[in-house]
């Protein structure tokens, strides 16, 4: 929305601990930054943060417009798994690729369109209202698969989850691309405004001429594309649809990368490109955690202390502190008393 | 006179009542007491859990961490007794200290930092669940003849066995149902459901009742864990994953507002009991698959919401109405 040296002011702490995060990779494992061209595809450990961090990075696109209504959307991970056995059995089936990734989508967007009717015609809180949905959803998942881990060999579903264009593997073209599109189309015109403003207050905003209803419905639309999309690159990844295991607290992963990118649970001002960094940091700390050759029980209890340290950093209270600190700080105040006489004197 | 804040409680008991005879009709073997005795047995490390979860609930907040808090309770007891030569009762008082303060630093967190509590006790799942991974990746079997005295204790009912395990639940529900009515911290818990700001304009002790609620959650998931591991028989780090939404499913079909202030510990028992009726119709129909379980519950679940959206509605026009009704009276007397 805003020129360019805000929209770096904004995301600027996000970078920051990205490059820490990055710069811990290269301090455990020196040649992190190294990328080979092999085969006709590009091989490196960061194309591997990149690559690996696309099922959240899809995800946290459309959670970011989600919360920014103030809402929240716990059934993704749910979604995942539902898309990806659509896919798997559309595939199955004996159906070409296009169709299976269509199915997917509309599967994704049926689910999406059921939770945005549930918050914006029903009016129930949306934490409520899309928990039915990952309760049930991973029933309906395997209802699909018929409880089993559906395996697949259409090579072009398969080219989806690790195939390259360019030399540039595909999950990353896909979440760089619709990024970008969602970035563009939201800031591009009055659509991202009206998003926060909802966030911001509903009701006002109604008032003021808003067709809440439709939009929200909408955004959560999109949430359920853009998790039937990363559904589809992880079946395609791993040649199967695992129905009880796709997705599995990926939601919270998304949720955690939308709150590290700086972005109010509150609703209102968001910023989808300073989520889609925190999506990357989730991922470089999962890659540390993995190139320091930890033993892997110590992952979960890492990552937990990394994200209370980053969200107890972010939190109210502390900014609060910060701020009052800076304030009544002691050291601002003699500097400001020593150069008043100096003014004087020069007078 | 039935009021308004009752009526969830009384459709959860109607639906449970329903749900059984329907399954009675169905299989006349499922109104057996060993049934019912199996119910409570299966149904009683979530139903303890699912007891903590309503005071969160009621307070407005939510825990996410429990299903973790039982596994890290399990896997903690399981090498405790493996690789020393403490008394489980010791191991179960110490574990119980730990869940307690555990849960207690979150409602800290969540009070002082003025975090939300989705996000706290999101960080907290996986912290707890990190360190039970940290104590041992591998299933640990419990073996020790305290445990076999405790598993052999139950109440025979002609050929059905009340099990220990399934005598504590009821215990705690009896108590979480004191706690919330007849105790002054009950009454915090729902005025602080109502409205944080309205609760600390009346002298409700925000932070002391925040940080009570937590820590009675993380306590009861502790003694969750005890009985899980009672049940098993072993300590599990990857065991009880999304059990705290199976305890959300329970209070939300036990009639608890998810927006909190209103609701019933009692309405958790039943949730709990509708539940385990769920799984039990479906082992003994045979050919129904276990997912139906997950979609049955998340169909309950939003046929309840749908309820408690519904009553709102109904008494919002009412008081509308009142409303407009005095407003033409006293239009009418001027």
């Known amino acids: 929305m805003g020129p360019k040296p805000s929209l770096l002011k904004r995301i600027l702490p996000q970078l920051i601990i990205l490059a820490a995060a990055l710069l811990l990779n290269v301090i455990v494992f020196p040649d992190f930054f190294q990328i080979d061209f092999r085969n006709g595809r590009l091989f490196g450990n960061l194309i591997d943060v990149l690559n690996r961090g696309a099922p959240v990075a899809l995800l946290c696109i459309g959670m970011t417009l989600v919360i920014a209504t103030k809402g929240i959307d716990l059934s993704v991970g749910a979604v995942m798994a539902i898309s990806g056995a659509v896919a798997a059995s559309t595939v199955v089936e004996g159906h070409g690729w296009g169709t299976a990734l269509l199915a997917a989508l509309l599967a994704g967007g049926l689910c999406g369109l059921w939770n945005g009717f549930l918050v914006a015609v029903l009016r129930i809180q949306p934490i409520v209202a899309t928990l039915v949905l990952m309760v049930a959803g991973r029933g309906i998942a395997q209802l699909v698969t018929e409880g089993k881990i559906l395996t697949f060999s259409n090579e072009g579903l398969i080219q989806l989850g690790s195939g ?15 990024g970008a599109l969602v970035t563009f189309v939201v800031r591009r015109s009055a659509l991202g ?5 909802i966030g911001i207050n509903e009701r006002s905003s109604r008032l003021a ?10 955004v959560y639309l999109l949430t359920g594309l853009c998790a039937a999309l990363a559904g589809v690159i992880v079946a395609a990844d791993i040649k199967g649809a695992d129905a009880n295991n796709a997705g599995l607290w990926l939601e919270l992963d998304a949720i955690l990368a939308v709150v590290i ?3 109010s649970l509150l609703g209102g001002r968001f910023s989808i490109v300073a989520s889609l960094l925190g999506a990357l940091i989730i991922q470089s700390i999962n890659s540390v955690i993995l190139l320091s050759g930890m033993p892997p029980e110590f992952n979960l209890v890492i990552k937990a202390a990394l994200i209370l340290t980053i969200l107890v950093i972010q939190s109210p209270r502390m900014g609060n502190l910060i701020y009052l600190i800076r ?21 | 006179m039935i009021r308004a804040t009752h009526l969830p409680l009384l459709v959860t008991l109607g639906t449970f009542v329903l749900a059984y005879a329907l399954c009675g009709y169905a299989y006349p073997a499922m109104l057996s007491t060993r049934v019912i005795a199996n119910l409570l047995t299966d149904n009683a490390f979530i139903g303890i859990a699912a007891v903590g979860m309503t005071f969160v609930i009621l307070s407005g907040g939510i825990d996410l961490s429990i299903g973790s808090i039982i596994a890290f309770t399990g896997v903690f007891l399981a090498v405790i007794l493996r690789d020393t030569s403490l008394h489980p009762l010791v191991a179960f008082a110490i574990v119980l200290a730990l869940t307690t303060c555990f849960g207690a630093a979150m ?17 907290g799942m996986f912290l707890a669940r990190g360190a039970a991974y940290v104590l041992s990746t591998e299933s640990v079997p419990i073996t020790h003849e305290f445990y076999d005295t405790l598993q052999g204790l139950y109440w025979k009912v002609d050929g059905a066995r009340f099990r220990l395990i399934g005598g504590v639940m009821v215990l705690t529900f009896i108590a979480g149902i004191l706690i919330a009515h007849r105790t002054r911290f009950g009454q915090n818990v729902y005025a602080l459901g109502g409205g944080e700001q309205a609760a600390k304009l009346m002298g409700v002790p925000v932070a002391q009742t925040t940080i009570g609620i937590y820590a009675l959650s993380g306590g009861l998931a502790g003694l969750s864990g005890i009985v899980f591991s009672l049940y098993t028989s072993a300590g599990y780090s990857l065991a009880t994953v999304g059990v705290e939404l199976d305890a959300i499913a329970a209070v939300v079909i036990g009639g608890t507002l998810l927006t909190g202030g209103y609701g019933f510990v009692a309405g958790t028992f039943f949730g709990i009991l509708i539940m385990g009726l769920i799984q039990t119709y479906i082992v003994f129909d045979g050919t129904l698959s276990s997912w139906w379980t997950k979609i049955v519950i998340g169909g309950l679940l939003f046929a309840f919401i749908l309820l408690q959206k519904g009553l709102m509605w109904a008494t919002q026009a009412k008081a509308g109405q009142a409303k407009r009704k005095k407003a033409t009276g006293f239009a009418a007397h001027s």
């Open chain 1, 164 to 178: 390259t264009v360019f030399g540039l593997p595909t999950p990353i073209l896909i979440w760089v691309v619709l």
């Open chain 1, 261 to 263: 990118g700086g972005n």
């Open chain 1, 209 to 218: 001429g808003i067709n809440s209803r439709v939009l929200l419905v909408c």
């Open chain 1, 327 to 347: 304030a009544t700080g002691p050291q601002p105040q003699p500097e400001a008393t020593r150069a008043r006489p100096k003014k004087e004197a020069t007078q």
């Open chain 1, 193 to 197: 405004m009206l998003i926060e403003a």
């Open chain 2, 107 to 123: 409602g800290a967190t969540i009070h002082y930092l003025e975090m939300p509590p989705f996000i706290v006790t999101l960080a």
